[in-house]
């Protein structure tokens, strides 16, 4: 049974950090790209960042690029995405997911407010 399992999540002020952590269960992790995506309400889900099954190529999207860094550990299983330098508009659902997968977790609520 897969399972990724968000967490991480919090209130933070504006210029304030957090890292999430998604770990990963039910398939062979290391075999996979990973992603982590946003949804913010009113607002389409979006893709925020993907690292390569190895970890050596990322990729961001524009509003989050030079804030924010994926990063994997293969034998943990675990995906991670730091986030510094929070906005406002960073508030959102964060869920991470596996290239080529359809399987989605609960994700993890980052509320950036002052």
């Known amino acids: 049974q897969v399972q990724l399992v968000e967490s991480g999540g919090g209130l933070v002020q504006p210029g304030g950090s957090l890292r999430l952590s998604c770990a990963a269960s039910g398939f062979t992790f290391s075999r996979y790209a990973m992603r982590w995506y946003r949804q913010a309400p009113g607002k389409e889900r979006e893709l925020v960042a993907t690292i390569s099954s190895t970890g050596g190529s990322t990729n961001y999207a524009d509003s989050v690029k030079g804030r924010f860094t994926i990063s994997r550990d293969n034998v943990k299983n675990t995906v991670y995405l730091q986030m510094n330098s929070l906005k406002i508009e960073d508030t959102a659902v964060y869920y991470c997911?596996?290239?080529?997968?359809?399987?989605w977790g609960q994700g993890t609520q980052v509320t950036v407010s002052s």
């Open positions: 997911k596996a290239e080529r997968r359809d399987d």
